[in-house]
């Protein structure tokens, strides 16, 4: 029998009562795997079974996906918890909506975000940890996000920089972990009984930096991965009660999702309306998600500001130069199809696509990505960069190799290949006709640049 924190399990047979022995039994049991399909570029050939659906996520499906697999590299497919797929699907996002998620890293909820997105709005996609805001940024890029900004910076300097900005915020919170304890047990080490009142304090923190960039009516999704009431329940309690503008949008119960426990907190009936998902009711781990509406006090609004341009001391982005410009409008024509995104930057070394929305006041944060990276400026040429063969379909590229499995393996480990291409042209590697990387075609030959830090 799992060796649980002293302490953890006389407090949910407390809470429990008799549904507690099956509770504290499912820790024994194995944990369920899952994973969601990228819409942005479905892959029907090569996906892995799609016969066992997660049911609270309409791309969502039990199974294993390992990084060898097809459907991995490609951006096909993002392994993810099945119960962490209840999260996002919550936040009811629309092509067009500038949407925040507060705490992304690795990247689960934030990818099936800009699968609802499509192609248009704004995602900034944050995590206060910069070692983590890098791996949330590298699956952003591998799911082909072309609207998505990857920050890394503490909520009170997101707030600063986004007043009444969002009309959806997705926070799923830093926790005490509990509902992780099957799947990660190294997560069972920091657990103390006072641990979850040490959460919910840190919680309530973020949630007071988060609240003012909410616009005038707008949307929040709080989830956590624990099932201590401190942090579930009574910090909704606490919401409700500080921000009169606040309501709960009772979410649909699916799959063995249960309630929210009024009870657990003040008794406010409007608790219930609240998801809890527990791992010996649903295939997947511990999860609490709460759904809130705001439309802010009309004493409390303000006529909206004219718009300016927030200057910085070193902004991020800057605008390309003439000779940058040649060079890349020369590129595009060459190797695309399709016409050069209107809104183009430089970050760095690299040429990005910004989106249409995107916020001058980020260039105040640390950011990762601002957007599609399109290439990486080398003195006087010019290189395509990565994403862009992740983002953009194989149709918009006027050269294109595709692979056989072999061969693309081969290239995913450096190698140079024969192609019938002939001249020298810049083109997408393909396996399927799903593009995954970005070679050199010189003279019959594909020369690799598939990122170092990528091949196998």
């Known amino acids: 029998m799992t060796d649980l924190p002293a302490g953890f399990a006389e407090k949910y047979q407390?809470?429990?009562?008799?549904?507690?022995?099956?509770?504290?039994?499912?820790f024994d049991e194995e944990a369920d795997k899952g994973f969601r399909v990228n819409p942005l570029h479905r892959a029907a050939d090569f996906l892995p079974?799609?016969?066992?659906?997660?049911?609270?996520?309409?791309?969502?499906?039990?199974?294993?996906?390992?990084?060898?697999?097809?459907?991995?590299?490609?951006?096909?497919?993002?392994?993810?918890?099945?119960?962490?797929?209840?999260?996002?699907?919550?936040?009811?996002?629309?092509?067009?909506?500038?949407?925040?998620?507060?705490a992304?890293?690795?990247?689960?909820?934030?990818t099936d975000l800009i699968g609802q997105m499509g192609v248009s709005g704004l995602l900034v996609s944050n995590d206060i940890d910069h070692g983590r805001a890098k791996i949330l940024s590298e699956n952003v890029e591998r799911w082909g996000a072309t609207q998505t900004v990857v920050t890394s910076a503490p909520p009170a300097g997101l707030a600063t920089a986004f007043p009444h900005f969002f009309n959806r915020i997705l926070l799923d919170a830093p926790c005490s972990g509990e509902g992780m304890f099957r799947k990660d047990p190294a997560a069972m080490q920091y657990w103390q009984p006072a641990y979850?009142?040490?959460?919910?304090?840190?919680?309530?923190?973020?949630?007071?930096?988060?609240?003012?960039?909410?616009?005038?009516?707008?949307?929040?999704?709080?989830?956590?991965?624990?099932?201590?009431?401190?942090?579930?329940?009574?910090?909704?309690?606490?919401?409700?009660?500080?921000?009169?503008?606040?309501?709960?949008?009772?979410?649909?119960l699916i799959g063995g999702m249960t309630a929210g426990r009024p009870e657990w907190a003040d008794g406010n009936?409007?608790?219930?309306?609240?998801?809890?998902?527990?791992?010996?009711?649903?295939?997947?781990?511990?999860?609490?998600?709460?759904?809130?509406?705001?439309?802010?006090?009309?004493?409390?609004?303000?006529?909206?500001?004219?718009?300016?341009?927030?200057?910085?001391?070193?902004?991020?982005?800057?605008?390309?130069?003439?000779?940058?410009?040649?060079?890349?409008?020369?590129?595009?024509?060459?190797?695309?199809?399709?016409?050069?995104?209107?809104?183009?930057?430089?970050?760095?070394?690299?040429?990005?696509?910004?989106?249409?929305?995107?916020?001058?006041?980020?260039?105040?944060?640390?950011?990762?990505?601002?957007?599609?990276?399109?290439?990486?400026?080398?003195?006087?040429?010019?290189?395509?960069?990565?994403?862009?063969?992740?983002?953009?379909?194989?149709s918009a590229w006027r050269y294109r190799a595709d692979l056989t499995m072999s061969d693309a393996e081969r290239y995913r480990h450096g190698e140079t290949l024969p192609t019938t291409i002939g001249g020298r042209h810049w083109g997408l590697v393909t396996f399927a006709g799903t593009g995954f990387g970005i070679g050199h075609c010189v003279n019959g030959t594909i020369k690799n640049f598939y990122p170092k830090g990528l091949r196998v």
């Open 49 to 102: 079974p799609t016969d066992d659906p997660v049911p609270w996520n309409t791309q969502g499906y039990y199974g294993t996906v390992g990084g060898r697999d097809p459907a991995f590299w490609t951006g096909a497919v993002y392994s993810q918890e099945p119960s962490a797929m209840a999260v996002a699907q919550q936040l009811g996002v629309q092509p067009g909506d500038r949407v925040l998620d507060v």
């Open 196 to 252: 979850p009142a040490e959460c919910a304090a840190r919680q309530r923190g973020i949630l007071t930096d988060i609240m003012p960039m909410l616009t005038d009516e707008a949307d929040l999704v709080y989830s956590t991965c624990t099932f201590s009431p401190e942090e579930d329940e009574q910090i909704i309690t606490w919401l409700l009660s500080t921000y009169p503008g606040l309501s709960v949008v009772p979410i649909p």
């Open 14 to 26: 407390h809470l429990l009562g008799t549904e507690a022995p099956a509770f504290l039994a499912s």
């Open 269 to 394: 009936t409007a608790l219930s309306g609240c998801a809890r998902l527990w791992p010996h009711l649903v295939r997947g781990e511990g999860h609490f998600v709460a759904h809130l509406h705001y439309q802010r006090p009309l004493a409390d609004r303000r006529p909206a500001a004219a718009k300016r341009k927030k200057k910085t001391a070193h902004p991020v982005t800057v605008p390309l130069t003439r000779a940058e410009t040649r060079l890349l409008t020369d590129f595009w024509k060459e190797t695309m199809t399709i016409p050069l995104p209107s809104s183009v930057s430089r970050f760095g070394d690299h040429v990005v696509a910004l989106p249409p929305e995107f916020p001058m006041a980020a260039n105040g944060l640390r950011i990762l990505r601002p957007g599609l990276i399109i290439a990486d400026l080398k003195r006087d040429r010019l290189v395509p960069n990565h994403a862009l063969a992740l983002a953009l379909p194989a």
């Open 104 to 110: 992304a890293a690795p990247g689960g909820k934030t």
